[in-house]
């Protein structure tokens, strides 16, 4: 039959294996180092792993496919998560890039307050690691993985009831406390709109309308090229159609919060 269905540019794919994780009927996979749709018939033509690439790779056609076969499709899935390929930091797929694959890295947020207690701890012992009692003093607070704006998936379970942290790459090593700060209880994103090629709006976009996400807030530094970032999430949140809290917070490259 003549039907819309997916197409990969493999000369574009990087490989990353994110259109993998975004494709709900496994359709996809990796092929020495390339994503490819393994079966038009597991394939539904709505695209939801369109917006997920990076370099723009998928796109839709119309040609003479299978029609979607959604009991041949639950067959695959189930045969797929009985050999271990399911959870939430499932085994990267062969030939893709194993750092790229979405997880998530923790529980509930703990509360700002009680960050004050946990720097004041007992003195380390004289052979204690200097570097391990800093550490367990100022915990980690990156809430996934990955966290560049060009890789994230579009939807995923940590997003919902939390936070978007749209971070300038910069302001984390501007700012001592930014973890504690200004990531605690958020997800954070990041990126460099002056490094990264093309705009991060329809992506970030795409990130607020699919998810359940209570607001966003845009880390930035003073320096000019900053300004796509703040530009791009603002856009973001206009075209995604929600009315949600927005909020810029800009750092001086000394680490100060200027507004």
Known sequence: MLRKIIHIDEDKCTGCGLCVDACHEGAIAMVDGKARLVRDDYCDGLGDCLPSCPTDAISFVEREAAPYDEAAV???????????MSGSAPAAPHGGCPGSRSRSLD??????????ATRTAAPA???????????????NRLAQWPCQIKLVPVQAPYYQGRGLLIAADCTAFACASFH??????NVTIIGCPKLDEGSYTD???AIIAANDI???TVARMEVPCCGGLERAAAEACAQSGKDIPFEVVTFAVNGDVIS
Do not use: W
Request: glycine letters at 6%.
């Open 214 to 216: 209570s607001s966003v």
């Open 107 to 116: 529980g509930a947020p703990a509360p700002a307050a009680s960050a004050p």
């Open 125 to 139: 012992a004289d052979n204690a690691d200097p570097l391990a009692t800093i550490a367990a003093a100022l915990p």
């Open 74 to 84: 639950a067959a695959h899935l189930a045969t797929r998560n009985n050999n271990g």
């Open 203 to 205: 992506k970030l976009a």
């Open 180 to 185: 504690e700060r200004f990531m605690n209880g």
